[in-house]
Structures are given as C-alpha cells and as structure tokens.
C-alpha cells in the first residue's frame, strides 16, 4: 500500500539555512521507498519583509541583525558554506553580497507552483541570489530566472509588473505567522507534523519514517 506525504516547505530565498534544509530535506525524500507519493510545494516567508528595495550589505545586515561581530559573522559564513557544499550548492559570499526585498520572488513563486514549476524556480532563484549574486528584487532578473526554467517570459514579466498574487503570498505569510512559525525552513508534513530549521539529511529521514509509521497505525 502507497503512503502519501505532503510536504510544504515554508521558507524564503533570502535564507541560507533554507538552502541547506532543502538540500538535506532532497537528500532524504530520494532515501524513501518508491511507494511513497510525496507532493512538495513552497510555502513564503520573509525573514526581512522591511527591506528597502537597495537592500542591505548582507554582513552588516547580519551584525546589525543578530548582534554579533564581524568575526562571528565570518565564521557563521564559513560554516554555511561547508554546510552548503554537503548539499552540492555554492555560496559565493563576497563583499558585494546583499540581502534583497524577497516579496517579488515569492508572487513569481506562487505563479510557478500553478504551471508545475516551483521547484525548478526555487533552485533558480537560490542560486542566482547566494551563488552569483544577482538582485532577486529586480523585475529583469526575476522574469530572466522564470524563462530559465521554460516559464513564458513575457507572462512573468506582466505577472511583476500587474502585482499579481500580492494578496495570495500575504494571506500565506500571515498564515504561518499566526500557526506559530517565527523561523524558517519549517517543514510541514500531511498539514499536522513541523520539522524546523536546515537539519541533516539522517534527521529529516527520521522524522518522516516516524511520521509515516504514526499515519500507518
């Protein structure tokens, strides 16, 4: 008998943490048995829903934001991108890194996830932000990333522009605020089960075999 998982993935591109728990979480989903049916959408967050549209230095914007220092900020970048290279991803962490307004990613997000393309924009739009450091903000680069993965350019474009799916991405925002998740990635798993923050691929896959056996009994 077929077991069912869906799996929701709450989280925003400007996380570094939420590349890493996509990877892990990947990493796990390709361990389970072929009979499992999994049905993975994303679900949006902004850590920095604020952020003006220049953006913000992203090693100030962390010493700012956490209190830490320079120092501290360096060796939290160097264990993110290790952290990143057991998931085959490369942060590119550079002085010019900025921390960008993500609400325009996640409309485009939402419209993805209605032509079966969420994941492959998601992929997109990590690596495009912590890889090459391109502005995520930015309607151009935005409609570019959508072609990238076969979405129909001239439609993101005017999906952007039009402020399309402004008021979905809100009501989901403030969804998940008021079910309790002040930090992302938090995996939800068949709506009852959260798993939160970039855990190893082995803790992901513990937790859903234990899901699993509890929605088996």
């Known amino acids: 008998m ?4 869906n799996i929701q993935f709450v989280s925003d591109i400007m996380c570094p943490w939420c590349v890493v728990g996509l990877g892990n979480l990947n990493k796990a989903l390709d361990q ?3 009979s ?5 959408t994303f679900q949006p967050f902004e850590l920095n829903p604020n952020m003006p549209a220049e953006g913000q230095g ?3 914007h962390i010493i700012e934001k956490y209190g830490i220092s320079e120092q501290e900020s360096d060796q939290n970048r160097a264990m993110i991108k290790a952290r990143g290279q057991e998931v085959d991803f490369d942060f590119n ?3 010019d890194s900025r921390m960008r307004n993500s609400f325009d990613a996640h409309r485009l997000l939402h419209w993805a996830g209605t032509q079966g393309k969420q994941a492959e924009l998601k992929a997109a739009l990590f690596k495009a932000h912590f890889t090459h450091n391109q502005d995520v903000s930015n309607y151009s680069v935005l409609a570019n990333l959508a072609a990238s993965v076969d979405l129909d350019l001239a439609e993101a474009k005017a999906i952007l522009e039009g402020q399309h799916y402004a008021d979905e991405v809100r009501e989901q925002e403030a969804f998940w605020q008021q079910n309790g998740i002040q930090s992302v990635p938090t995996v939800i798993v068949n709506n009852k089960y959260a798993i939160s923050g970039g855990q190893p691929a082995e803790v992901f896959k513990s937790a859903l075999d234990e899901i699993m056996a509890k929605e088996a009994e």
């Open 2 to 5: 077929s077991t069912s998982l």
């Open 32 to 34: 389970l048995d072929d």
């Open 36 to 40: 499992v049916a999994v049905d993975l």
């Open 58 to 60: 992203f090693r100030e």
């Open 93 to 95: 962490f550079t002085d």
